[in-house]
C-alpha cells in the first residue's frame, strides 16, 4: 500500500513537469533574427538637416518597416541593408555601419558617396 502511494506520487510530479514543460513550450515566441539584424530593429530618425526632408524609419524584427509611414519591407544580403517600399515598388540598398553602440546608423544609398546619418530613438 505505502508503495503504491509512492508510485502515485512520482507519477504526479513527472506528469505536472511535462505539462509545465508542454505550457512554456507553447508560450515561446520564435526570434529567428540574427545579433546583427537586431542591430537594426527600432526606430531611426535622420539627421536634422534643413536641406534634406527627415527621414523616419521603423525596421521591425518580423522583416516589416516603414519609411516616413510608407509600408515596406527590410533584410540584410550579402552585407547590405535592402529597403523595399512596397507603395511605390522602390528598392534601395545601402551600406552601412554604426557607431556610438549602435545607436548612430550610416547609411549610404547604393551609388553615393556620402553616408547618411541616422540616430536610433531610445525608449
Known sequence: MVNMIKIKRVLLIILIVIII???????????????????????????EDPAIIPIKLILNSDGTSAVNGMKSI??????????????IELVSTFDYYFTENDTILHLRLEGNDVFDIYFKELD
Open 21 to 47: 514543460g508542454f505550457l512554456i513550450g507553447c508560450t515561446e515566441t520564435k526570434n529567428n533574427i540574427s545579433n546583427e539584424e537586431s542591430r537594426f530593429v527600432g526606430t531611426w530618425n535622420s539627421e
Open 74 to 87: 527590410w533584410e540584410l544580403k550579402n552585407g547590405q541593408l535592402i529597403v523595399t517600399i512596397i507603395e
